[in-house]
């Protein structure tokens, strides 16, 4: 057994499997990939690593399996499963995730290839686990998939625990403890015990105020669109999509910086020197037809958005977030014996499901010298009904309105 300092959970204690897993090259890199990809830039504490996050996923899935009952090899492969769900990141975690996904189809949680090039299948097998059922796991597949990923899962009653810690953030603070203490299974479907709607519901105000503060905020958002920028670039520089999704955030850099088209990126990045919001525009502000665009469509758009401002094609960013969505509102609850979707029983569910709408924003992102340029000419092309988002006309008290959820200056 090997017992770890931890900065969330304190001492946790790390045996059978996922000790044997613990050392491969694949769990060690983790130690090298940031938990918040770029928020780091808005907190500069925001320093922890997926490494640290699988750790405290291991630990709380060993609670859940001592308080479910799970035992043998069903919990083994649950162990195995949260301290390797995170083995198919690549760098800066979510940050290029789109872009890897766009050139090989896969996303971090498909691990299948991870294993096979690696000891992994080997340890498992050892410890007469299958690599494909806990790979299965890791999608949440199977009844136990969904401690591992599911709307109850132990990643997220981590990760908002850990993130809020490192950023310094009051808001992502969860009683993970009675969460894990409160889990049954009912009917094979995981659930909270009766009584816990509020404990149900902590889960889902952390992450709506969360996500503003810290997952979405807006420097956050530009230097997240400039790395994917740089990730495109350098596919089409020549680097194979399968080679940058296996690279850790040390990589990427040094790949960035060395490659031609994107050194002035790399430049900017590592000196902060960020592109500005030209455009923040609110969502019932966008046409419609602009919100559900493909990567050409995007590219296409930032080509004619420069042409008539008369800069650099690479001198504008379109970066469209998809529709708000609130995974965890489907919580399954016990009340008065019967199981019940959070969202049926919850009408604090619906008002964050219209705030998360109401935080939602459109951003185009061009260099600070022709942000105003490119902000008007955006309007003229997009058809932007922006009623005062063009950040060139802001008046004093509506940036102050529009940075209402911000902590940098960006």
Same mark, same amino acid.
């Given at each position: ?134 790979? *299965?796991?890791?999608? /949440?597949?199977?009844?136990? #998939?969904? +401690? =591992?990923?599911?709307?109850?899962? &132990? %990643? ?11 950023? *310094?953030?009051?808001? /992502?603070?969860?009683?993970? #403890?009675? +969460? =894990?203490?409160?889990?049954?299974? &009912? %009917? ?223």
């Amino acid at each position: 057994m090997k017992t770890i300092k931890d900065s969330v959970h304190d001492h946790i204690e790390v045996d059978g499997v996922a000790r044997a897993l613990l050392d491969t090259p694949e769990v060690q890199r983790l130690r090298h990939i940031k938990q918040l990809g770029t928020v780091s830039l808005v907190y500069p504490s925001a320093n922890h690593t997926r490494f640290e996050h699988s750790l405290g996923v291991y630990h709380l899935a060993c609670e859940a399996l001592s308080q479910l009952g799970i035992e043998g090899r069903a919990a083994e492969r649950v162990r195995a499963a949260a301290i390797l769900h995170d083995v198919g990141h690549g760098p800066y975690s979510h940050n290029v995730e789109d872009v890897i996904e766009r050139h090989t189809g896969k996303y971090h949680e498909d691990v299948a290839d991870v294993f096979a090039d690696s000891a992994i299948p080997g340890i498992l097998r050892e410890h007469d686990l299958e690599p494909d059922r806990v790979a *299965g796991l890791i999608h /949440g597949e199977g009844q136990y #998939g969904g +401690l =591992v990923s599911g709307e109850l899962d &132990v %990643d997220r009653m981590d990760y908002l625990v850990r993130d809020a810690h490192h950023t *310094g953030v009051p808001y /992502g603070t969860i009683d993970h #403890g009675r +969460l =894990v203490r409160e889990l049954r299974f &009912v %009917d094979g479907e995981l659930v909270l015990a009766e009584g816990n709607v509020q404990s149900a519901e902590s889960l889902l105000v952390a992450r709506a105020l969360m996500n503003p503060t810290v997952y979405s905020h807006h420097v956050a958002r530009i230097s997240k669109s400039m790395l994917r920028r740089g990730a495109e670039r350098l596919i089409e520089s020549g680097t194979d999509p399968e080679e940058l999704r296996r690279m850790d955030d040390h990589d990427l850099l040094v790949a960035l910086r060395t490659t031609e088209t994107t050194e002035g990126l790399a430049r900017r990045f590592a000196r902060r020197d960020l592109f500005k919001r030209a455009v923040w525009a609110e969502y019932r502000d966008v046409p419609g037809d602009l919100l559900d665009l493909d990567h050409e469509a995007v590219v296409e758009y930032e080509q004619r958005i420069a042409d008539r401002a008369s800069v650099e094609d690479d001198a504008v960013i379109l970066d469209v977030p998809g529709a708000p969505t609130m995974t965890e509102s489907s919580t399954r609850v016990v009340v008065g014996g019967e199981t019940r979707r959070l969202d049926e029983q919850s009408p604090l569910v619906r008002t964050l499901q219209q705030s998360q709408l109401n935080q939602w924003r459109f951003g185009v992102y061009a260099p600070d010298d022709v942000a105003d340029r490119v902000g008007h000419a955006t309007e003229a092309v997009l058809g932007l009904d922006t009623d005062g988002t063009l950040i060139s006309d802001m008046r004093p008290g509506l940036h102050t309105t529009l940075d209402r959820f911000g902590a940098g200056g960006n």
